[in-house]
């Protein structure tokens, strides 16, 4: 069974909205969420940032799917200690269901802090002492640690679940995916081109056989945006206005505040999408995009529809769409 999740854009919604969509979506066949941690939206169109981690304490009471954050920076706003508690807490409250998505950060979301925002090599290098002190907390042992970014008095984790939950990292870099193939559980990544993830899945997969490990058998989770509407005039001033960074083709972890995305969204047009937002309204294009992505073996590919026509969304898809996916 092809697994179609729903992706939660707490940048975009209220919360309490949110839930009302997430369990919708489970009703019509969507399993599982990807939530979004965001501190700021990407444009002050979008008008919102729930804190994900109250925010997924709900979900799991209200759904029975997996579910996880997609993704957190464990290296600016939060000591990697309070996310392995989080993480802890919300994998012994919902066994089995919950998974810890991580990445390395955008100044959108970390520069709060004040911190100097640092380049990419030095965020890679605390993403992975980061996950060191997670994975040790998570062990259930004492454990203490001194390294170049991070410090940790000895400490341990008392509520914990009867097996870690399962840690995915977000990338597309080379050396970040073999990385990530041979220390952690699975992978994140956003929709591209088949090519493009191809040499995603291929370097993640060389990391984990180095590690002895089958990649196999590790997850791989696909976030992907789409703008639906029933007309291609709608679906298209969705994805303007409510998600004009979809159609930026270029990094966007160094840029620091939702004005600046609005002034950048100016410049976007409608071919600035091709590729990166499938803009239609035409179910089988929808429905061919996401087999396509199944069939180059990703696991896991969770739905973000870019407009506020979220039950009208939630309902097509279910009823149209999903069925129709092997």
């Not at 706003?77 to 955008?106: C, D, K, N």
């Not at 699975?186 to 002895?212: Q, W, Y």
Request: aromatic letters at 10%; glycine letters at 8%.
């Amino acid at each position: 069974m092809a697994i179609i999740g729903y992706s939660a854009a707490l940048e975009q919604f209220h919360p309490n909205d949110l839930l009302h969509y997430c369990t919708l979506a489970e009703s019509y066949g969507f399993k599982g969420v990807m939530a979004a941690d965001h501190f700021q939206p990407w444009v002050p169109q979008q008008g919102h940032n729930a804190f994900v981690y109250a925010w997924m304490g709900a979900l799991g009471a209200l759904t029975k799917h997996s579910f996880g954050p997609g993704v957190t920076c464990p290296s600016f706003r939060y000591h990697p200690a309070v996310i392995a508690q989080a993480a802890a807490t919300l994998a012994a409250m919902y066994p089995g269901r919950f998974w810890l998505g991580l990445g390395s950060g955008e100044a959108l979301n970390e520069n709060v802090v004040g911190e100097v925002w640092p380049e990419p090599l030095e965020r890679f290098e605390m993403l992975q002492e980061s996950v060191d002190i997670i994975q040790r907390l998570l062990s259930g042992k004492a454990a203490r640690f001194r390294g170049k970014y991070f410090k940790m008095n000895k400490v341990q984790m008392w509520t914990l679940p009867e097996a870690p939950p399962p840690i995915y990292i977000a990338a597309t870099g080379p050396q970040t995916l073999r990385w990530a193939g041979k220390v952690c559980d699975g992978l994140i990544t956003p929709g591209a081109s088949h090519e493009k993830l191809r040499g995603i899945m291929e370097n993640f997969n060389t990391g984990a056989r180095e590690a002895g490990k089958d990649p196999a058998k590790m997850p791989k989770l696909l976030q992907l945006h789409v703008s639906w509407a029933e007309t291609y005039d709608e679906a298209l001033q969705n994805a303007m206005t409510e998600w004009p960074n979809g159609g930026m083709n270029f990094p966007k972890q160094d840029v620091r505040s939702p004005e600046d995305f609005a002034a950048m969204a100016k410049l976007v047009r409608a071919e600035n999408f091709q590729g990166r937002v499938l803009i239609s309204p035409d179910l089988e294009e929808h429905r061919a995009l996401l087999q396509g992505f199944l069939d180059l073996g990703f696991d896991e590919i969770h739905v973000h529809n870019v407009g506020r026509n979220q039950e009208q969304f939630i309902k097509v898809f279910g009823e149209q769409v999903l069925p129709k996916l092997k």
